[in-house]
């Protein structure tokens, strides 16, 4: 089966930095220049374009990976210092931060970091400005391990084989008020929250924050690490594909056509705007999703399927994994995942329904209201260099048989297929309507939903291959 590999084309080429030069997070309709002044009769603007990627918040991207020459060495400490085991979804996290997904934070966070998150969905750096953070990213301890570490500076962080990750240094120690935490990131403290109970419920009373020197970089060896590409192999992607723009579309589930159109049309008014070369970022999230979401493995293959169908080009896309595991914090969350784009090099960020929600745990009704996600990226702290662009909804016209934009005026026109229908129609083997998925997306789709069958029948499901 051929690979998604093909999508890493190289065309060397320099870039340079991306001022913002307009105030409002939401980028002007795309169709509209930039500029804001008024003309007189017969006047024409276009619209001032400032090529090239946006810089790393706090201008530097973070790396905390040690030297390969000093990899030895810091390995050997690690052997004599306490340690704590880390999770999979700690490594995770780890990841994150080693490659500067967060940057500027440089470890796990310390209470002061920990509370403007919470407090403040952003964090002051010493010269005064303000970048964006709206999830927590730390790691828990229990009494023990408290006991354990003692007095000690530093602590060693490794995996279920007692392999060291990384060293934490400069560790501080604060209490973990799990309540308080649930509440504030997720506006609830109701059962049922999919990353609360799996990470913060039974976790440790103690935080532990430090900085990170990671021995060597975060592999899963999983047959998909060659598409978990770092902002700063990102941003060299870019740069190679002589990007001057670069627009960000996360999900966490199979791409339709819906998707697809709004992508492709973001592109021709990206164009329309003034710029050459804007360059998609197609970036499905790689860490922890809930149970009844599509696993990793068989999302990158249906993508696969999209792109060899050409409903994308492979030429102006390039899809990586975005390591961060998922909360499902609604208008929280959103802002961690528009920020780490930025260190990642895009410029744009599209954001659609609720994004990072769900349905209340308890209680038959969405968990947040579905424009928030929106309106909060619109006025967040630190995200002021970044254009938002508002999805525009899409749904199945029955006039042309095809994905389009919904128009109010014809509404009888109009079939709105949400994932649950979706779901419901792979795991019956049914059909969709022609033009709503590539027939080979479907396909993908449809063999995952037959393999889930087959397991509960007692049949093992045979391996993705990717």
Known sequence: MATISYLFLKTPTPTQPFPKTHKTHFSTPLNLPLSSRKLGPGQQVR????????????GKLVNLVVEESQKAQITKRALSLAQIKLSKIDIQWVHVLSEGWAS???????????LQTLHFN????????????????????DDFQKDQIGGSSSVALVDDKNNAIAILNDIEIYKHNKEERIARTWGTTARGLP????????????????????????????????FRLSPAELRDEFTRRNADAVFAFQLRNPVHNGHALLMTDTRRRLLEMGYKNPILLLHPLGGYTKADDVP???RMKQHEKVLEDGVLDPETTVVSIFPSPMHYAGPTEVQWHAKARINAGA??????RDPAGMGHPLEKRDLYDADHGKKVLSMAPGLE?????PFRVAAYDKTQSKMAFFDPSRPQ???????TKMRALAKNKESPPDGFMCPGGWKVLVEYYDSLSSAENGRIPEAVPV
């Open 413 to 419: 026109d109009f079939i709105f297929i949400s994932g």
């Open 104 to 114: 500027p934070l440089k470890g796990f966070m310390r209470e002061s970091e920990f």
């Open 195 to 226: 990353y609360a109970e799996e990470t913060i419920t039974n976790a440790g009373n103690w935080l532990i924050g430090g900085d990170l020197e990671v021995l060597e970089p975060i592999k899963y060896n999983d047959g998909l690490d060659r």
């Open 296 to 298: 990793l493995h068989w």
């Open 47 to 58: 619209a001032r374009i400032r090529c090239g990627l946006i810089e790393p918040d706090g």
């Open 385 to 389: 260099r970044l254009n938002i662009l």
């Open 347 to 352: 410029n744009f960020y599209i954001v659609g």
């Open 122 to 141: 952003s964090t002051r750096l010493e010269n005064g400005s303000v970048v964006n953070m709206s999830v927590p990213i730390v790691l828990a301890i």
